[in-house]
């Protein structure tokens, strides 16, 4: 089953989407995408390795590319959390240039598909960021249309699309309605 | 009339067009005499609109417009008081459609459904 998990800041997606996976399959991969770039992110990075590992998940670092995590041996259920850090990463350079968003979205929308047959199960934790309309930056807009992009062509595949509200999750596709 | 809402690039566009309408019947503007309004957040840029406005927008088969109230108030009066026009506006218009569809991933949820026509 592959299921897309929403939500704003704060909604309670990565919970859920960590409870989902821990429910699906004993063999548990996440995908990291944070840029370790500074002794803040390593120190976080290693915060969450420890967690992750008492729930039983092999971590493996994707800050701008699944293609690392296509590789892992193939079964059981897979985590990405987040896909607005591996479009952020995928999107901007360090040096902050920026790449083809069009280029970007069907990298990432063919790397999904390649994951999701990679595992059993793959769970995707999204970004809502559209609700807020426009920036005024343009580069932050990019970034907002990229993820609104690339969750309209998840979505359209996958089996489920839940939205997590206020840590309750609503069925959008497939499941409980 | 249709009310299509959601953040941007959610995919009220592509749904518009699984309605069976084109590029081509989609204005931006009051009075332009096509069958869909899109962008309605960006006609709200001066100010409510006048009654007559109001008709012409609500008398479409389909008006789509961006939410932009879902993060933070802003701290410039010009567009706080625009954000409020426009979930006001989409409030009003949401009263009178048979139907109101919220986009979530490209995927239409129903917020209120009037039954058949």
Excluded at chain 1, 146 to 153: F, W, Y
Excluded at chain 2, 55 to 67: G, L, P
């Amino acid at each position: 089953m592959r299921t897309l998990v929403v939500g704003g800041s704060g909604s309670g997606k990565s919970a859920y989407a960590e409870r989902l996976a821990a429910s699906l399959a004993p063999r548990r991969t996440y995908v990291a995408t944070m840029r370790n770039d500074g002794a803040e992110a390593g120190k976080r990075i290693r915060r969450h390795r420890s967690q992750r590992a008492e729930l039983g998940f092999i971590t493996v670092e994707c800050p701008d590319s699944l293609v690392a995590a296509c590789h892992d041996g193939g079964s059981g259920v897979v985590l990405v959390d987040d896909l607005g850090n591996l479009v952020a990463n995928a999107l901007f350079a360090p040096d902050g240039t920026m790449a083809d968003p069009a280029v970007v979205l069907e990298r990432l929308v063919g790397e999904v598909e390649a994951l999701g047959q990679s595992y059993d199960h793959t769970v995707l934790v999204g970004n809502e960021v559209g609700g807020e309309g426009a920036y005024r930056l343009e580069s932050t807009n990019e970034w907002v249309r990229l993820i609104g992009a690339l969750n309209c062509r998840i979505a359209a595949s996958f089996d489920e699309v839940v939205e997590v509200v206020a840590g309750v999750p609503c069925h959008v596709k497939g499941g409980v309605a | 009339m249709v009310l299509v809402i959601g953040g941007l690039a959610s995919g009220k566009r592509s749904y518009v067009r699984s309605l069976g309408y084109d590029d081509e019947q989609m204005g931006t503007r009051a009075y332009d005499g096509k069958p869909v309004l899109v962008a309605l957040e960006e006609l709200l840029r001066d100010g409510p609109l006048d009654d007559a406005a109001l008709q012409d927008v609500s008398s479409r088969a389909v008006v789509c417009c961006c939410e932009v109230g879902m993060g933070v108030v802003p701290m410039d009066p010009k567009e706080r008081a625009w954000r409020e026009l426009v979930g006001r506006t989409c409030a009003a218009l949401a009263a009178e459609a048979k139907r109101v569809v919220r986009m979530v991933c490209g995927i239409p949820t129903i917020v209120k459904d009037g039954g058949a026509e």
